[in-house]
């Protein structure tokens, strides 16, 4: 009988989590979440992923949250990372992160927007939120759990964006945001969110 990725993962996350045989539960539920298309550098044999702890304070004290970081596509200037999460009130489970969902206009004046002397930005606007899997080259803070994102849009780096999420008894929270949305040779982003607000309009 062929059990399906849903039963697999619920399987797993009720494996009891003795510090012996946690990392290969993690192993499992990764391996279980994201196929080898999603995933086409991450190689069992090679790929173990990145551990960490933290400690933060909890709903009724100090609480351990565990990390696992899986590369899972390495690029010409993107490291792609999946991560996947353990804490004692909600077992270990695959993490998704809040980003804005952006509404981004040019003004075209040549062939391509991706061309600094042919497009400029007409508007940016956030439509709303969605849930992404996967960060680009994320920097983890080893005290407090703190992921940050930085993901290029093209090599040179002038068009990107860039996120910090906070760990929380809740999970990870979106805070900040910000996007570069020109690509006109020069690194100016625009802030989206800031401290968990949009920024003040004048």
């Known amino acids: ?60 004290g100090p609480e351990t949250v565990t990390t696992f970081e899986f590369t899972c596509i390495t690029g010409a200037y993107n490291m792609i990372s999946a991560f996947l999460i353990y804490d004692a009130n909600q077992g270990l489970r695959p993490l998704g992160f809040a980003v804005p969902q952006l509404d981004i206009q040019y003004q075209q004046t040549g062939e391509s927007t991706e061309d600094s002397a042919q497009a ?28 940050t994102s930085y993901e290029k849009w093209r090599g040179v780096g ?10 929380t008894p809740n999970g990870y929270v979106l805070s900040d945001y910000e996007v570069d949305p020109t690509y006109d040779g020069a690194i100016n982003p625009v802030v989206v969110l800031e401290n968990g607000q949009p920024p003040a309009t004048e």
């Not at 993690?26 to 992923?49: L, W």
């Not at 899997?133 to 992921?147: F, K, Q, R, W, Y």
């Open 1 to 60: 009988m062929r059990l399906s990725i849903f039963t697999m993962l619920a399987l797993v996350a009720a494996m009891p989590a003795a510090a012996d045989d946690l990392d290969a539960q993690a192993v499992a539920m990764f391996e279980a979440t994201y196929s080898k298309d999603q995933c086409f550098s991450y190689d069992a044999s090679t790929s173990a992923p990145t551990r960490r702890e933290v400690t933060i304070d909890g709903m009724s």
């Open 120 to 147: 400029s930005l007409e508007r940016m606007d956030v439509s709303g939120y969605k849930t992404v899997m996967m960060l680009a080259n994320p920097s983890v803070d080893e005290h407090t759990g703190e992921i």
């Open 158 to 167: 002038d068009a990107s964006a860039s996120g910090h999420w906070a760990l």
